[in-house]
């Protein structure tokens, strides 16, 4: 599992652990069942607070991505991966037809969403 | 206590070793000139020398500092200063009794010298030792003057006096002998009881 | 079971020309905590209250949900104190260091202290007179970390050791707490040091502690930003923390959601944070 916090970032560092281990976990290089790191040792690694990454793992459990066991420590959820990823890609699907609501609206074609689209990726990498 | 009389020991090698060359040389001077009378007063001011030692590097180092992060406690501490005296008050009992047994060959006059050898080391540093916790290792200086000036003039009277002495004891029944004998060690010990009570509450109040 | 290492209430300690307290906080189990403070604040007052090495004048202390005024020596066991200067004889040879530690201690792993002189390359038979500051440091805290501590307390130990040091201790320290049941307690002001890996940071400044907050919601809570005093009289007064004034505008530390969404902010270290506040509070009201 790879995790690069960046100090510079505008996202808290537990939003940026959290992102991290969630797109792990939805795109499958976290397989279902597999066992995170405990908190104190992630938060020694990563030189950050024991509470950043407890919040991190708390909202990843609030959110169905990961089961903590009292005393054995945390596992990603056994049958949420595909229902995740589904609803991930519901998601997109829901912004993209309100993008192509909004494109019609003003008058924008496909080509020029198209192209607006790349741009926007530029900008998402950046940040 | 094994701890703090283990660090005694291993702190301040060189010293003792000089400590032990000196006594060993006036103890030589003194039986070579027939003086063994001496030799128990050697063992009485050894233990105030040891005393000055320890609380000097501990001062230098700031010792109790670190000490009392220790579960080491105030009392045991209190108790590991007096504990050489207790040993060379011992020694000094035996060698008082030999020295004197042999040089006056009366049981009685020996016994009530050996008891003021075991006494002396003990009532001298039961004396030095709260002063010194009270006010540090640096008026140690003065106090080991007045105690060693006072002990100085003890010896020459004893030794003027001798003579009278041992036939003073001599005219007493044996066991009355005995029974100051007892009271003069037991007199110790409660001046070393009370020195070490003193010097806990001293300690106890203290900050470091 | 007790959550709280240590609890501290309504602790005052009077000296002439300084007074520490009424001072109330708690350093629960389980993490790093920094105690942050001018030179002077009265932190070491603070800690050596902690571990009875000064007396009160009021208050109580429990270590362990014990309290401390009931004195028990053997607490000491776990206990692990490292200070800024060793405090130990300058002729004893570290291997002696290590035998009156054993003879001390009742609960002294040998081995464990051998392992940590290996690590630090600490020769057993050097005297301590003859060890760098940085080597003195590295056998208090092999001292420290030899008896089975619970709670290890360092005042100002790693002041005028290089940040190579630093950061080697700081993974110790690290280590020291994946065992959920270790608190540290670590006072000192060179916070960069502390940025990394505090869970909480406590202020103390002129004797009375100003906050103790977890260090993640102060990252969160404060912010920089550089303006000229135009744009400043604009402000929503609440939002300034601390400012320092020079010849081409000022440099402010601010609330971060009491700005204005177009204000340009940077993050702000916790040594920003501690030097703001206390200029803030020397020359005008804050709100913290």
């Known amino acids: 599992m790879n995790i690069q916090i960046s100090n510079a970032s505008n996202d808290p560092i537990y939003v940026q652990i959290k992102n991290q281990i969630k797109s792990a976990i939805i795109s499958g290089s976290m397989a279902a069942g597999e066992q995170l790191p405990s908190i104190r040792y992630l938060a020694k690694e990563l030189r950050v607070s024991v509470i950043t990454t407890k919040r991190a793992y708390d909202e990843l459990e609030a959110e169905g991505f990961i089961n903590s066991v009292q005393g054995r420590g945390s596992y990603v959820s056994l049958q949420n991966e595909e229902f995740i990823r589904e609803e991930q890609l519901r998601k997109v699907e829901a912004s993209l037809l309100e993008a192509i609501k909004g494109a019609k609206l003003a008058g924008l074609s496909m080509k020029d969403l198209k192209e607006i689209l790349d741009t926007l990726e530029g900008v998402e990498d950046d940040a | ?208 | 079971m007790m959550h709280n290492a240590i609890e501290i209430r309504n602790l005052t300690k009077n000296y002439k020309g300084f007074s520490l307290g009424p001072l109330d906080f708690t350093i629960p189990k389980g993490c790093m905590v920094g105690y942050i403070g001018e030179n002077g604040a009265g932190k070491s007052t603070t800690l050596k209250a902690i571990l009875g090495l000064i007396h009160a004048d009021s208050g109580e202390i429990k270590i362990f949900g014990n309290s401390t005024n009931e004195h028990e020596p053997e607490l000491m066991n776990k206990i692990g104190v490292v200070f800024d200067a060793i405090n130990l004889p300058a002729d004893m040879k570290v291997q002696e260091v290590g035998t009156f530690c054993k003879l001390a201690f009742t609960t002294w792993a040998e081995n464990t202290f051998n392992d940590y002189l290996k690590r630090f390359t600490l020769p057993d038979d050097k005297k301590v007179k003859a060890l760098s500051r940085g080597m003195k440091m590295k056998l208090s805290l092999s001292i420290a970390l030899s008896h089975q501590a619970e709670l290890l307390i360092l005042d100002e130990a790693t002041s005028g050791l290089d940040p190579v040091v630093r950061d080697e201790i700081l993974d110790i320290l690290l280590d020291f707490l994946q065992d959920e049941n270790h608190t540290v307690l670590i006072s000192s002001h060179i916070l960069s040091d502390l940025e990394k890996a505090a869970d909480y940071i406590a202020f103390l400044h002129n004797g009375k502690l100003l906050f103790m907050e977890e260090k993640d919601l102060l990252v969160e809570r404060y912010a920089l930003c550089s303006l000229d005093d135009e744009t400043i009289g604009h402000l929503d007064p609440e939002a300034i923390v601390g400012r320092r004034r020079h010849a081409f505008g000022q440099d402010l530390l601010v609330i971060r959601n009491l700005m204005p969404k177009s204000i340009k902010l940077t993050n702000a270290s916790i040594e920003d944070i501690m030097v703001y506040i206390i200029k803030g509070v020397e020359s005008e009201s804050v709100a913290l």
């Open chain 2, 1 to 208: 206590m094994k701890a703090l009389l283990y660090k005694d020991l291993v702190s301040s090698k060189s010293t003792y070793l000089l400590l032990l060359i000196m006594v060993g040389v006036i103890a030589g001077i003194a039986i070579t000139q027939g003086a063994m009378i001496i030799i128990p007063f050697i063992f009485a001011y050894i233990p105030m020398i040891l005393g000055a030692i320890s609380f000097g590097y501990e001062s230098q180092s700031e010792f109790p500092k670190f000490l009392f992060t220790t579960p080491i406690s105030r009392t045991t501490y209190v108790k590991s200063k007096y504990c050489f005296s207790v040993l060379f008050g011992i020694m000094a009992f035996v060698s008082g009794l030999a020295v004197f047994g042999m040089e006056y060959g009366s049981l009685d006059f020996a016994l009530i010298m050996a008891a003021t050898s075991f006494a002396v080391p003990i009532i001298f540093v039961a004396l030095q030792i709260p002063f010194v916790f009270e006010y540090g290792v640096e008026k140690e200086g003065i106090i080991m003057v007045a105690t060693y000036a006072v002990l100085f003039i003890t010896i020459r009277l004893v030794g003027k006096h001798l003579n009278r002495m041992m036939n003073l004891v001599q005219t007493m029944n044996r066991i009355n002998s005995y029974l100051i004998s007892v009271a003069i060690v037991a007199g110790a010990i409660c001046i070393l009881v009370v020195s070490i009570h003193m010097s806990c509450v001293i300690v106890k109040r203290k900050e470091y």
